[in-house]
């Protein structure tokens, strides 16, 4: 039997959406996230779509991302930004919020729980 990607197991395409959505979502509604909702536009539309896109390639799925774009340098993309431990532990208290509005299983969470947080921490600027 061979292990299914976090992308199979979020429910492939539809799953991915809705985590990329649901994690916007928590970030603009959720006071303990205010700071690095700042940090993006008025409108989350587009970067709702670019999470997707991203997730669906970095979770095991179609690298829509890289197609579209090119290869990403998430570094580069948050240069802009003074990024600290505190704005890391609102993205992953973003991130945690949606993978449980999105019902993923445990399995899923303990997968993604390390990745995801080596992922924040490297933007960590500051």
Avoid at 19 to 47: C, G, Q, W
Avoid at 76 to 90: A, E, W, Y
Avoid at 101 to 123: G, T, W
């Amino acid at each position: 039997m061979t292990q299914q990607t976090p992308y199979e197991l979020l429910g492939k395409d539809d799953g991915i959406k809705a985590l990329a959505n649901a994690f916007y979502d928590a970030m603009d509604s959720l006071p303990n996230a205010e700071h690095i909702r700042k940090m993006h536009a008025a409108s989350l539309t587009d970067v709702k779509q670019k999470l997707y896109e991203y997730l669906s390639g970095w979770l095991g799925g179609p690298d829509i991302y890289r197609e579209k774009y090119g290869h990403i340098c998430l570094t580069d993309q948050h240069k802009p930004f003074t990024i600290n431990s505190n704005d890391r532990d609102q993205w992953l208290h973003c991130f945690d919020y949606a993978l449980d509005e999105i019902n993923a299983s445990e399995e899923v969470k303990v997968m993604l729980k390390q990745p995801m947080f080596r992922m924040a921490d490297f933007l960590v600027n500051s």
